[in-house]
């Protein structure tokens, strides 16, 4: 079983930065790509980006293409989300995901959650 702790999230105003951190522990951990979503109140979860550790490709949506980037370190099976030019759109919860299964491919097999933590943009 793999858990996963999140870190980071907040209030930050409009055009500002935030920085989101996961790290994914447990009694054996073989991630083999992780990723954010977010979801707002009545709306169903969103994608947001993903990293799959082989070659180190990244996936994003389109809506935060430019402005959002994922990271990770393979090793520490630990992911970041790098979030710039905000805007009040990108409130939400946001949680981060792992896929175990090896040779997953796009859309991934996100079997594994962290706890979620809100991200609040203002005006």
């Known amino acids: 079983q793999v858990q996963l702790v999140q870190s980071g999230g907040g209030l930050v105003e409009a055009g500002g930065s935030l920085r989101l951190s996961c790290a994914a522990s447990?009694?054996?951990?073989?991630?083999?790509?992780m990723g954010w979503f977010r979801q707002t109140p009545g709306k169903e979860r969103e994608f947001v980006a993903a990293?799959?550790?082989?070659?180190?490709?990244?996936y994003y949506a389109d809506s935060v293409k430019g402005r959002f980037t994922i990271s990770g370190d393979n090793a520490k099976n630990t992911v970041y989300l790098q979030m710039n030019s905000l805007k009040p759109e990108d409130t939400a919860v946001y949680s981060c995901a792992a896929d175990s299964h090896p040779g997953s491919r796009w859309p991934f097999q996100f079997g594994s959650w962290g706890q979620g933590t809100q991200v609040t943009v203002s005006s």
């Open positions: 447990g009694r054996t951990v073989t991630t083999y790509t």
């Open positions: 990293i799959r550790w082989s070659g180190g490709i990244t």
